[in-house]
């Protein structure tokens, strides 16, 4: 019985274009559905059709790895029809699964609205090219629809590195090798080296977690390889602070210089429900490597990196916050969501009101404090040490780490909160 209902509970996420199905002991079937969580109209799962259900889908080491530590991940096919991504976990004693499909169809650069430089990057025969952003922005899909079109059109060794493995590629063109972590190698780092030693022109590695990996991967970049990476970033300008901030204070020197050398590009996304019809529209901020964004890598001004990006058009550059506004100006996400998921939500409420769109009073004050704060910060004084200002000019935003602008952005938002209570 177990088997029917699983069936029918994958038939139904594909058949409704569902990105992840939850299983959880207390809630009926509950389908992510763009972006929001939909329950489907059956019976609350208890904790035996919970079991019931894992037991018919996971593997047998699967079963033991949850049993000895709590959880375990992998993934499997539906037929022809999905591959799904599965996450098993114990939660106050009962078992869970979280399942994300993972649609067989590669989808074209044009359909996901790739920047126009992709095709070029896919052709670059060294160099480091991350694609970042939260769990379910699509980094998977962006990257395999790049080595979907390498296996099409060029001759290559391609070893893909994931955990599990989530599309399937087919040998075409290129010989596509993919190995899986926990199954066919221990860890993303011993992947890589041993990659090294496999004729490798193509590389990606599904998640650079660690200090490990990180290194693993600019070091193969380094050696003459085209390397694809995730990371759970916001932007590119954090993108390179996480990854120089990964390393002891006495490398970080010496990586600046290797990431400044061997990256090519940042693409960093985010999903963003659409009003105009079904379904989800990812934006893009993309960074191109220039020499001026190299010298600013290596000189540790990498709070600047936005200025260049913004001036770096014919690259096909572009900030998140340029390219959600152009969503909300085409009609395609609502006035919140571009707010929302905006990396300066102050900046961005106060472009709106600027242009003349109306944005929820309750939402003003503490978001237009936030703009003000990023303002007054170009009128601080020089920091001892630093070259002062010449006269006549504004001094320039000192640098900011991530975690000191989130813990920001965090004030603000319980600023914004506060004044909405007192309403």
Known sequence: MATVQIDRLLETVVRRGASDLHLAVGKPPTLRLHGGLRELQTKVLEAEDSMALMKSITP???????EETGSGDFAFAY??????????????GNCSLVLR????????????????????????????????????????????????YINENFDRHIITMEDPIEFYHPHKKSIVVQREVGVDVPNFSEAIRRALRQDPDVMLVGEMRDLA?????????????????????????????RIIDAFPADSQEQIRVQLANNLIAVLSQTLCPRIDTEGRVAAYEFMYITPSIQNLIRDNK?????????????????????????????????????????KNPGSMVDKMRRDGFHVDQDADDALLAEADDAANASKLPSKPGLPSTPAGQAAPAQPQSEAERQAQIQQNRERMKAQTAKR
């Open 60 to 66: 047998e080491r699967v079963q033991q790895e949850y």
């Open 79 to 92: 037929g022809e029809v999905a591959r799904f991504r599965v996450a098993i976990f114990k939660q106050r």
């Open 213 to 241: 990996t990180i290194g693993a991967a600019i070091t193969a970049a380094e050696t003459g390889h085209l390397v694809f990476g995730t990371l759970h970033t916001n932007g590119a300008a954090s993108t390179i602070n």
């Open 101 to 148: 499909q993972i649609p067989t169809k590669l989808l074209t650069f044009e359909q996901i609205g790739l920047p126009a430089m992709a095709e070029q990057i896919c052709r670059r025969p060294r160099g480091l090219f991350l694609v970042t952003g939260p769990t379910g922005s699509g980094k998977s899909t962006t990257l395999a629809s790049m080595i979907n």
């Open 302 to 342: 990498v709070f600047r990196i936005d200025s260049d990006i913004q001036t770096g058009k014919k690259y096909g550059m572009q900030l998140l916050d340029d390219n959600l506004y152009q969503h909300f100006l085409s009609g395609r996400i609502s006035a919140e969501e571009c707010i929302d998921k905006s």
